[in-house]
């Protein structure tokens, strides 16, 4: 009786790691590189449009 549970046990300790699953190689992906560019003319444009405008305003 004691083998037979013995059996019973191995067989099912061996049954589940089978199950388990395979290896498969991990994915990797790679980094996303984000850059940020900035121009000196970025902002003066548009406080240089609304300055003219203003200008041509009062002058008008």
């Known amino acids: 009786m004691k083998t037979f549970v013995l059996a019973a046990c191995t067989a099912g ?3 589940t790691a089978s199950h388990a699953g395979s290896y498969s ?3 990797i992906e ?3 590189i984000v850059e940020e560019t900035t ?3 970025s902002g003066i444009t548009l406080v240089m449009m ?3 405008i203003v200008a041509v305003g009062a002058a008008g």
Do not use: D, K, Q
Request: hydrophobic content about 55%; overall charge negative; charged content about 5%.
């Open 30 to 32: 790679a980094p996303v």
């Open 13 to 15: 300790l061996l049954g």
């Open 50 to 52: 609304i300055a003219l």
């Open 39 to 41: 121009s000196s003319s």
């Open 25 to 27: 190689e991990p994915m």
